[in-house]
């Protein structure tokens, strides 16, 4: 069974990643189980934390990192939670989440230290760029969360000012046949689909800062740098999942209407 694992240490950030590991696996209909480095004496402290969430966890030893990237690459691994740090440098990312996130090809859902225990992942907001490789890749993911009929999802796509759509002046019914093709194409599923203009951060940012997302859904490749762009804005403010290229096979699908 695709299964969320937690990564757990007796900082701050252990309830909130707890908490968001179990409302995302109950949300996609996965297991979920935890992942704690030992090397201090947070032990206890953290056994007793994932028994009040009802997370299972399991005990590793040796170097955090290596440690942590054999539990999240394993077979049964969907999607791995971690948390961030918005006191950091670089969006909230330390140097163990920037080595996890190059690691490999599971999906990261990164919590920011101030975020909720008690989360319910109501409203969803997922960035497109409009091209092919980032509508597959956010696909399946974001289809398999928001299946709950009470989820709120909101998708953003924003127009570089020189690269507007060939129809911004057209009759209404031609603008109409456009954004119905790009929904065709690029949304993932049903939603809302806002159209902005201006530096793709920004506008995302703006959006999120209006909404208050209980989740951003983003797509990233393994070697762009992590804390630049549309990542940088949203890491460390909000909980965000980014999905790689290649993600597991069951979470894998193509967009439809």
Request: one cysteine or more; charged letters at 15%; glycine letters at 8%.
């Amino acid at each position: 069974m695709p299964t969320v694992i937690a990564a757990v240490d007796g900082s701050a950030t252990a309830g909130p990643v707890l908490a968001y590991a179990k409302a995302f696996a109950d949300a996609s209909a996965m297991a979920v189980r935890a992942v704690h480095v030992s090397g201090a004496d947070d032990d206890h402290e953290v056994d007793a934390l994932a028994r009040h969430f009802g997370v299972p966890v399991s005990v590793r030893h040796g170097n955090v990192i290596d440690a942590l990237i054999a539990a999240i690459n394993e077979p049964d691994v969907a999607v791995a939670v971690i948390g961030s740090d918005s006191r950091l440098h670089h969006g909230g990312i330390g140097h163990v989440t920037c080595s996890i996130m190059r690691s490999g090809h599971t999906p990261l859902l990164i919590v920011p230290a101030h975020a909720t225990t008690n989360p319910r992942l109501r409203r969803v907001l997922v960035p497109l760029d409009g091209t092919d490789v980032d509508a597959r890749t956010v696909a399946g993911i974001t289809r398999r969360l928001v299946q709950d009929a009470g989820t709120e999802l909101t998708m953003i796509h924003v127009f570089d000012e020189q690269r507007m759509p060939p129809v911004a002046n057209h009759e209404p019914h031609e603008t109409d046949a456009w954004v119905h093709e790009f929904r065709t194409r690029y949304a993932p599923t049903k939603g809302t689909l806002v159209f902005r203009v201006g530096t793709a951060a920004q506008e995302i940012a703006a959006l999120a800062h209006e909404q208050q997302p209980d989740l951003a859904i983003l797509a990233w490749t393994n070697h762009h740098a992590p804390h630049t762009g549309v990542t940088q804005t949203m890491i460390g403010q909000y909980p965000i999942l980014l999905v790689p290229e290649n993600p597991p096979s069951c979470l894998s699908a193509g967009p439809t209407a």
